[in-house]
């Protein structure tokens, strides 16, 4: 059977997937065994790194440290809300089996490690609190200050009776 390369495109999921593999190999080898080291590193050598052995300058890591403040969802690229509405969607199918890591769990050396990571840092969707004009990062120190429960603290907080008690509006 003739083999296109409409077929080898799609190998992934083709009938004869091993048998365009083994082609694919053959022919391989021979084109390797037809050329010498220097022309086989030439056309298949490692491709260097555009900035190895050079260093930014202070105004571009300048530039770069101020592109990535605050933006941990895309690195700098300002996502348009169509294509942040499209992520999304992807991302919502990938659920159950779907996921990849479904069936699958992390290791005690990868918890720990984790855990270590994550120690001290506030989850991003805390608000800040002011109760009797001390600010608080959050609702859950602030109970922890006072010494009172968090309900008790955001219950006030949404309460008329406790003009003291109040978010932080950012």
């Known amino acids: 059977m003739a083999i296109g390369v409409y077929q080898i495109r799609n190998k992934s999921y083709h009938p004869n997937r091993n048998e365009i593999i083994n082609k694919m190999k053959i022919s391989l080898k021979k084109r390797y065994e037809n050329m010498t080291k220097e022309e086989r590193k030439a056309v298949y050598g490692s491709h260097e790194n555009g900035m190895q052995g ?8 300048l530039k770069m440290s101020i592109i990535n403040k605050g933006n941990s969802y895309a690195k700098g690229c300002k996502r348009t809300p169509e294509q942040r509405a499209k992520l999304s969607k992807i991302a919502s199918q990938r659920t159950g089996e779907k996921n990849p890591f479904y069936g699958k769990k992390h290791s005690e050396e990868t918890k720990q490690r984790l855990s270590e990571k994550n120690k001290g840092k506030l989850p991003p969707n805390t608000k800040p609190v002011i109760i009797d004009n001390v600010q608080y990062p959050s609702a ?12 008790t603290v955001t219950n006030r907080i ?7 008690y109040q ?3 950012r």
């Open 158 to 164: 949404n309460s008329s009776k406790f003009p003291t």
């Open 140 to 151: 859950s120190e602030a109970s922890r200050q006072l010494g009172v429960a968090t309900a």
């Open 54 to 61: 050079k260093t930014h300058s202070k105004e571009n890591k």
């Open 167 to 169: 978010y932080l509006d």
